[in-house]
């Protein structure tokens, strides 16, 4: 029997949306301690440039280029970054997105059509800019940062859960194309549940709040999770230890959407 195939990304290259902070700087930490090199992509700058410093000073091949993923000459701009640092382009990983709490009779069609924008035209533009890349060099992993909201909606997940929804279903769609055409390109999303970030609680403060407690309280395994174990489980996405992988849905929410 063959040796079974180790989640190691050695020599692989990863490009992360919204990797400055939250679940972006974990996927990158997470890529680079299985050997792979990243440049992550932020409007944050300045934080996108400390996350990659910070990745440098313990070892590893870390760059920063700025991305606004509404922007499809800024993808254009960002691939080729990452080409000329590194190479080539192995790995995207679409994690930037935003969030909106408002139910169907306060959500505005502008306010819809930012999110929409951003969640799910950035990773549509995102593939788009990456998928002739990867094919010349002979395929790679795409990851898509859905959210189990796409099982688990509340009255004010309106646009987000809906983005959400959406990207779930292009990836499956993305996924189908790209292994029926030979690409060697697979595509899939992880559904992350509440998790301990910046985005979800904005301070350390919040973690006692009421409506915080009452969310943790919720899940089946009496915690929220890390920002690390979202990496983990895309680093192992963009891996060959997934070669047989695409088109899949990977929750990652302690338990909480099948409660």
Same mark, same amino acid.
């Given at each position: ?18 990797? @400055?902070?939250?679940?972006? &700087? ?18 944050? &700058? ?24 509404? /922007?499809?000459?800024?993808?254009? /701009? ?32 502008? /306010? ?20 002739? %890349?990867?094919? @010349? ?24 859960? @809906? ?26 999303? %992880? ?15 919040? @973690? ?5 407690? &009452? ?18 489980? %895309? ?25």
């Amino acid at each position: 029997m063959r040796r079974t195939k180790s989640p190691e990304l050695h020599g692989k290259v990863a490009l992360i949306t919204g990797g @400055a902070r939250g679940l972006g &700087a974990a996927t990158a930490w997470a890529i680079c301690e299985v050997g792979g090199k990243v440049m992550i992509a932020d409007l944050l &700058a300045e934080r996108g440039e400390q996350t990659a410093a910070e990745l440098r000073e313990a070892g590893h091949d870390a760059r920063f280029t700025p991305l606004d993923v509404r /922007d499809e000459a800024a993808w254009a /701009d960002a691939v080729r970054a990452t080409t000329h640092a590194f190479g080539k382009l192995d790995i995207l990983v679409n994690n930037a997105g935003i969030a909106t709490a408002a139910t169907i009779e306060d959500l505005t069609v502008v /306010d819809f059509q930012a999110i929409l924008d951003i969640n799910l035209l950035g990773p549509f533009r995102g593939m788009q800019a990456v998928i002739p %890349v990867m094919k @010349a060099h002979g395929g790679g992993a795409i990851v898509n940062i859905s959210s189990n909201s796409t099982q688990r909606v509340s009255a004010i997940t309106t646009s987000y859960a @809906a983005t959400k929804a959406a990207v779930a279903n292009m990836t499956k769609s993305a996924a189908i194309h790209l292994a029926q055409t030979g690409t060697g390109i697979r595509v899939n999303s %992880v559904h992350p549940g509440p998790h301990a970030t910046e985005m979800l609680l904005g301070s350390d403060a919040k @973690a006692d709040l009421p409506e915080v407690r &009452a969310l943790r309280d919720a899940i089946p395994m009496g915690r929220m999770g890390q920002a690390e174990e979202v990496g983990a489980v %895309v680093a192992f996405l963009a891996s060959d230890a997934a070669s047989y992988v695409t088109g899949a849905e990977l929750f990652v929410d302690g338990g909480l959407t099948p409660h």
